[in-house]
């Protein structure tokens, strides 16, 4: 399972939604109603978790990634030492 594969699943399971026509990976998570602040703090801690990462909260609390394909990215700028799998499209 890929980086990005990992983030759609936590995402759909998380908050009941289903990545195709309706939600994209372009689509604003938090505009389109998907997650509020308290599921972006979930979305956070999970990502920490699960790609050992360390968040400081001006990181997320400035440039707040709200799209897949920004979660994406923000988890493969910091996982790219490690070799971690590229962003599935």
Partial sequence: MTRTDKIIRFI???????????????????????VDSFGYIQLMSFLEQEFSLDIKSEE????VPATLEALDKFVAERTESQGDAPCAE
């Avoid at 759909?12 to 990545?19: C, D, G, K, S, T």
């Avoid at 997320?60 to 440039?63: N, S």
């Fill in 60 to 63: 997320f609390l400035l440039d």
């Fill in 12 to 34: 759909e399971e998380r908050f009941l939604i289903e990545f195709g026509a309706d939600v994209t990976p372009q689509s604003d998570l938090f505009k389109d109603g998907i």
